[in-house]
């Protein structure tokens, strides 16, 4: 089993910048990010493998960065230019395997999920 603990979320205004972190109880091949709207589907922003290899949502891509210390299991979201329909619970998510897309499913170890508010 791995635990995972989110920080960072919060309240911004359009164009402002968040940074979300994420650690894990132990060492794992694959972090990432996903993001659920009340009444819409969870939708996946982005992933990091063990090597430092990140994949993006098309939407995300050029205004958010994932990065991750394997030292100590943390996965970090710097989100800049964010938009008000951005908004959302962002829930970081780990699986133990190297392959790392941007999917749902397969991905066996989700947080609570800490919460996003942009305001226009």
């Known amino acids: 089993q791995v635990q995972l603990v989110e920080s960072g979320g919060g309240s911004v205004q359009a164009g402002g910048s968040l940074r979300l972190s994420c650690t894990a109880s132990?060492?794992?091949?694959?972090m990432g990010w996903f993001r659920q709207i009340p009444g819409k589907e969870r939708e996946a922003v982005t992933t990091?493998?063990?090597?430092?290899?990140?994949r993006y949502a098309d939407s995300v891509k050029g205004r958010f960065t994932i990065s991750k210390d394997n030292g100590n299991n943390t996965a970090y979201l710097q989100m800049n230019s964010l938009r008000p329909e951005e908004t959302a619970m962002y829930f970081c998510?780990?699986?133990?395997?190297?392959?790392?897309?941007?999917?749902?499913?397969?991905?066996?170890?989700w947080g609570q999920g800490t919460q996003v508010t942009v305001s226009s």
């Open positions: 132990r060492d794992t091949e694959c």
């Open positions: 990091i493998d063990h090597f430092g290899t990140p």
């Open positions: 998510v780990a699986k133990d395997s190297f392959y790392c897309p941007l999917v749902a499913a397969g991905f066996s170890y």
